[in-house]
C-alpha cells in the first residue's frame, strides 16, 4: 500500500512569540482588527443607510470587528443616540444583502452606535464631537484609535478636514492612529484635485487619508491581480507582442433616475472613466509589485497611469467620444432622454456616455490602445475587460471553414455581474473536415466558490481600519489619472455637441464605433 | 467472487462519465441547459466543474436523501467528481453507478454539473474498492476522503483506505469515530487529517485569541455540559493549555445536562464568556457583548476543511497535545 510521506512536519510551539500570539490560526483566523470608533459625516445620508451600516454589522456579525469598537454618526439633524439607532436598525434590516439580520446581535452592535448633531461649517461642532469622542473612547475602549469617513457632498472634504485639525482631532492625544476616507470625486479636474489634496495633506498625512474607490474592492478586480501574478502562463503573454488592445466597458442599463442635477455636473468622464476605470485599467496593465504590499502595488498603478500618453487639443476629437441618451426603449420600457431629467437643462451638453482611447507609453504596451467606455441607458448593465490577443499568424484552415479561424482569442475579465472569467478560442467541430468554431472556457466566481463575497464596503472599511490601504487611491495616482483625462475636458468644454446623439437602449453613438473603426477595431457586444 | 457479479473497471465507469456529459451537454439536455442565444453562450447547456475528488465512505445504513443533500451542497463550494463508497453487511457484493449533480445557481443562465460515482460494496470487497477508486480520481487535483463509516473504523480498516486520499476528515464526536489515539497515529505516519470536532470549535479560539490579548491568562476553565467532555472541549483544552504553557487549563462539569459541548470558558475568574447555540455571550467591564458563533452545520464544517489541504499547525499541535 503506498503511503504518503510529508517530510514537513509541523514545528512544535516556537516559544519566542508573545503568549497570545502562539494561539494564533493562520488557515483559519481572519486578521485581527484593533479597537477604534468610526466617525461618519453624513450618517443621515444614503450611503450610510445603504451601505456603509451595512457593511459594518456584517463585519460585525462575523466577527471581524475587536470587541472595542464603535461608530459615531455625525450630520445637521438633530437626532438622539436612540433616535440614529432605530434609523440604522431599519436600514441595515433592508438593505444587508446575503445575511440574515440577527435581533440579538444588533442589540449588542447598537450599544456602540452614537449620534452627534452638527453643522461641518461651525467650529463648535467639532469641539462637541472632541467630547464625544472622550466619551465614546472611555465606554468603548477605542483606544484613541478613530477612522473619520467623510459620506458628505465633496465640496465639504476640506472643510471637515480643517475642522478636524482646528479641534486637534486629527491627532490622537496617547498612541492611537487617526485616518480619514474621502469618498469621489477626488476634485473636479486637475487643478481643485491639486487644491483638495493640498488642504487635505495640511491636516493628515498622505498615509492617513483613505481615498475610496469602491471599484477596487471589489473581489474580481483584485482577482486580476491573483490572475495575473499567481498564475505563470499569463504574464508572459501581457504585452505588446501577443496582445491586440483591450477594451474596458462599464455600462448602466439605466439613465440618471433622479440624479440629473449631480449628473449634469459630472458627467460620465469624470464619474467613471476618470477613478473607477482607469485604475481598473492601471490594474490590469500595471508591472508585478515586488511584494503585495500597499506601497510597492500602489507605485505600481501609478507608473502605469503616469505613462498614459497625454492627448494634445487636436488629438482628443479622433480619441474620445462624448454622447448622450435620447429617448429609447429599455427592454419593454420607454425611457425619457437625459435632458427631460429633472434638474437637468433643456440644452445640456453633459456626457452620459464617454468612450476613450488610451495608450500607453512603455515597453510592454507601446501601440496597444486601449478602449474605455462608460455610459448611462445602454442596453445591460455589464462591467468587464476584454483583452483581445493577436490572431494566429498563419490562417492554415482559411480553406476548409468560412472564416472562423480568424477569430481572434479573448480574455474576458467579468466585474458584473456573473463575475469570472472566460477565454475564447476556436475549436473544430466535431465531424469530418475541418470546421472550426469559437468556443468558450468559463471560470465563475460564484459558482467556482460557494462562498459569499464581501461588499467592496466590507473590504475596504476593514482594510481602512487595519490600516491597509492596498486597495485605496493615493495622491499621485489622483493626479496622474485628471492629468490623462484633463486635455478631453478642455476641449470638450470649447465645443458644442449635437447631444442628444444615441437612442437610450443602445450602444453609443455611433462616433464611438467609429473611434475604433480607424484602428480597424469594433467594440465587443458584451 | 460470484460468477453472477459484474466486474466493474474503473475504465468502464470513466467511459460511463464521458457519456453523462455527452449526454448533460447537448442543448436539448434540459429546459434550464438550453442555448440562452446570448453571445456568451455558445450551445454548451451545462457547465462543468471540477476542483477535487471527493470520496465519501459511508455505511449503508446512511439515509440516501440525506447524504445526496450533503453531496449537493458540497458540491456549491468545492465543485468535485465524487465518489461515494457505501459499506454494508455480508460478503461479496459490489456494484457501481454514475450520474450528475445539477443546480442551477440563483440568477445564472446555465446549469452547473458535478459528476458522481456510488460505489456499493461489502467489507470483504475493500481492496477491490480501492482498485476501482483509485484511478477514478481527477488528475493533479486534491483527493479528499470523508470518512462517515464505523464500519471501516470497528474493521480496523482506515489505513487501507488513506492511500486513495491527501487528507481524510472524520468527525470525532460522532459514535463510531476513530479515537483521538488513532488519529495521532495518522498523524504521525505524515497524513493530513482533519476533524470536524476541531473545525466546529473555530469561532470559539478566534473570540478567545481577541479577548485574551493584553491578559495574562493564568486560570482558564473550560465548563462542558454532561457527564463526560465531549471532542470539542478536548480540542479547545489542548489548544490553549499548547499555547499558553503558562497558563493552568482545566475543564471541569458545568452540572447542566447536556452531552458533553462547551456551554461557558471563565478566564482568570474575571472573564466568563457563556456559549449559547449560536451566540457567545461575555461582559467587558460594564459592556455586556454578544458575538454571533454561526452555528455550522455538518456541511460548513466539511467545507471548511476541504478548503485546507495541507497540514494544520494548529490542530496538529492541540491533537498532539491530547494524545501525548
Redesign the interface.
Known sequence: ?????????????TVSLM??E????P????R?TPPCAVVIYGANGDLTKRKLMPALYRL????RL??GFAVVGVSRTAMTNDEFREKMHDSVKRFLEDSPF?E??W??FA?GIFYQAGDVAQASSYEDLGKCLDEVQE???TEGNVLFYLSTQPSQYAQIAEGLAGAKLNKDKGDGWRRIVIEKPFGRDLTSAGELNGRLQKCFQESEIYRIDHYLGKETVQNIMAFRFGNGIFEPLWNRTYIDHVQITAAESIGVEGRGAYYQEAGALRDMIQNHLLQVMATVAMEPASSFTSDAVRDERAKLLRAIRIMRPEQVADNAVAGQYGPGRSGSQMVEGFRSEKGVSPDSQTNTYAAVTFLVDNWRWAGVPFYIRSGKALPKRVSEIAIQFRTAPLAMFRKATAGAETVPNMLILRIQ??EGI?LKFVSKRPGSGMQL????M?F?Y??????RSPSAYETLLLDAITGDATLYTRQDMVMASWTAVQPILDYWSTQKFNMPNYAAGTWGPESSDAMLARWGHTWR?? | MADTQPVIKPDKILKELGDLWTTMGKPDAGEEAADTGT??S?GGGV?R?C?MTLQFFVDDEEDSMALGETLAVLM????SRAVVVRLKEGEDFLDARVFAQCWM?F??RRQ?CCEQVEITSTMDRLADVAAIVGPLAVPDLPRMILLRSARIVRAGAL??I??LG?KIIVDSSRPGAPGFGELGGLLD????VGDLAWTRI??I?????????N???KNIAIEYSGKEAGAEARYLEA??Q?????ARVAVKRSGAPGDGKISAIQINGDLKVQIAP??AEYD??????????PLGTDEELF??ELS?V?????F??ALNFITA
Open positions: 500500500m503506498a503511503v504518503y510521506i510529508y517530510p514537513l512536519r509541523v514545528p512544535s510551539v503568549p497570545v502562539t494561539l494564533q490560526d488557515l483559519r483566523f481572519h485581527k460585525a456579525y462575523e466577527g475587536a470587541p440577527d440579538d446581535l442589540r449588542s450599544q465606554a468603548r475602549k455581474p456573473e472566460s468554431r469559437p468556443v468558450s468559463d465563475n460564484g459558482s467556482s466558490f460557494g462562498e457586444r458584451p | 453571445s456568451d455558445l457547465l466543474a476542483s456549491k463550494e468545492h465543485p445557481p440568477g445564472h452547473i489505513r487501507k488513506l492511500s491527501d505516519a505524515g497524513h493530513i473555530t469561532e479560539r478566534a473570540l478567545l485569541f481577541q479577548l485574551l490579548e491578559r495574562a491568562p489548544w490553549l499548547a499555547g499558553l504553557p503558562e449560536g451566540a467587558l467591564g460594564d459592556l455586556h457583548r454578544r458575538a454571533s458563533l467545507n471548511s485546507i495541507a497540514h494544520d499547525g494548529a496538529e499541535r
